[in-house]
């Protein structure tokens, strides 16, 4: 092997190292941002791509401005006391970068007590639509990350309500929900289509239906 052989060997090693390198920067920097809206390195939020994830949500907007006026939702530091009522304990699994969508059908001004925590932290957006108004008005009262939360909820209005959960990790994360008070049915939104849970200790049931929707996309709302 002559000299010139030798001496390219290491640079070919070094430009393909640089190249993986690069690559690698370019994933954390331009494409999770994206894609997921995990911005470690600031610059999906210097450059607006975390928007893409995470765009401006109107919902939120509206929510925020009902709780302004109205007690909605009752968070706590600890599990609150059962409503009276129909009462519901559900587990699930999300995979990897898996989402689901549970919502309870509830009257206007019924109390639901709910808990829920997951084995690892989640996204999620609590929201609700309302049968009169459709997905047009619905309202999102928090969107962020958590392991548990807890607290009462006073439904606003007549319709859905309830979470979307999106795991953003690479491990598999196990969700288990509590909840009591006044809802009347449940109903899960997955990739699979819709689902409907009844419950016990159901009375007065209520029927109706959010015109316009569906299972909420990954990173539409969730932060």
Known sequence: MSELQTARRPRKSLLIGGALVALAAGVVMFVLPAETGWDPTGVGAATGLIKIANPDNPELERGLARMERQEVLLLSDTA???EPGASDEWEYELAPYDSIEFKYTIPEGARVAFRW???APLNYDMHSHPFQ?????????????AQVMQGVYIAPFTGIHGWFWQNRS?????????????????????SGGEFERPLE?????????????????????AE
């Open 80 to 82: 609150p006391a059962a």
């Open 117 to 119: 925590e997951g084995s």
């Open 133 to 145: 108004g459709g997905t047009e008005l619905t309202e999102s009262f928090s969107v962020s990350e």
């Open 170 to 190: 690479t491990d598999t994360v196990t969700l288990r929900l509590e909840a009591s008070g006044g809802m009347t049915t449940s109903t899960l939104f997955t």
């Open 201 to 221: 200790g159901v009375e007065n049931a209520v029927e109706g239906a959010a015109a316009g929707h569906e299972m909420q996309a990954p990173g539409q709302n």
